[in-house]
């Protein structure tokens, strides 16, 4: 199942054809081939009871909806699942990703894609990239804090040998392999002992793929490797947000936890020094006007495009009519009240602006929603 990237999540946010459908299911990593295809056929059925309701002709609804309910009869497809699911539905689109974070089962039809769920990758801090890089051996995932997801790369990068297999500029390497495994090396515990035109061919080869594998992504990317090798591969790669501190050691050694454990680590310390600096940079502007608090200055902030960071409460919940002429939120539920939350979330990736979830420990005196304007 496809993951969901920054730039899937952008496309979704500038969807204006209608009426959009998004469906979050909770699913679980080893599969519920009985009680999820039966949750996820009781989600559809409400979502078309939802389009028929809002004015869709029923033949019309069961249409948009037919090939999500293509899943429900397809075990395999229910053998290999995450912490969730997402699909997101128009009339002429349709699109599902794992998510690596649990969400509760819902149906939203509306004029805009429900993103509030996706609120645990939206914001900056939380999603990774891990980079396991040896030269027998390469794999990336994309990592939370106790959850990571392989993502396949494509031929041709996965070692050294690999990489340079249509290469003869020099002799090849000295490798065997052991039944339908990766090459095995000799002498791998030592970079030093290959070939260095085959090593930069290799490196450069791989960065060129994972730069398009990772092209408008704005999460951190962990390597994990020896030292030398890493260095080579830093000043190789230019994905913009490769962390300068790595996970030192040949990681065909170390075992899936302790990769992940010493990932998190520098991921975490990342994470942590970023919201430091940007809820400082909050606290101690000098020029009034851009830090703002409150849902209306907030939302048409980031409407506006002034918004580089939004900072929102744990429990941040605010419903109501955005009156732009006197910039303020009019209380109410009615059809032209909407997520406030979520609508400044959009906005603000939209416009290229940073999302945290704070604490009020770390933000004193945050109301529901709070920002740092560009100007």
Known sequence: MNLLLREDLLSLLRNTETPAVSLYLATHRAGDTDAEPIRWRHLLDEAESRLTAAGLRAPVAREMLAEPRKFVNDALFWRYQEEGMV???TPSSFRYFALPFAVPDMAVVGERFHVRPLLPSLESNGIYYL???????????????????DIPLPEGVHNVAEANRHDDSEKPLQYHTVGKGPA???????????????????????????????AGERAPLVVAGVENIRARFA????????????????????TPEKLRAAAW????????????????AWVESSVPGLAVNGAAPVALSAEEGRVSA?????DADVRGVLDRENRRVLPGDGPE????VE???????????????LTPEELPGLEDMAASLRY
């Open 337 to 340: 009240a909407v997520d406030l």
């Open 184 to 214: 095995v090396f000799h002498g791998q515990a030592d970079p030093g002992d290959f070939n260095d035109t085959h090593v930069t061919l290799f490196l450069q080869k791989l960065c060129r793929e994972l730069e398009k594998l990772l």
């Open 265 to 280: 680590d520098t991921a975490s310390a990342h994470f942590d020094r970023l919201r430091r600096e940007r809820v400082t």
């Open 310 to 314: 939004l900072f929102l409460a744990v």
């Open 235 to 254: 000043r190789e790669c230019r994905y913009p947000n490769i962390l300068p501190q790595g996970v030192e050691g040949n990681p065909d050694r170390m």
């Open 87 to 89: 699909c997101f539905i």
């Open 131 to 149: 980079l396991t890089l040896s030269l027998n051996s390469v794999a990336l995932f994309q990592c939370r804090r106790r959850t990571g997801r």
């Open 343 to 357: 609508y400044a979330v959009a906005q603000t990736l939209l416009h290229d602006g940073e999302v945290f979830v």
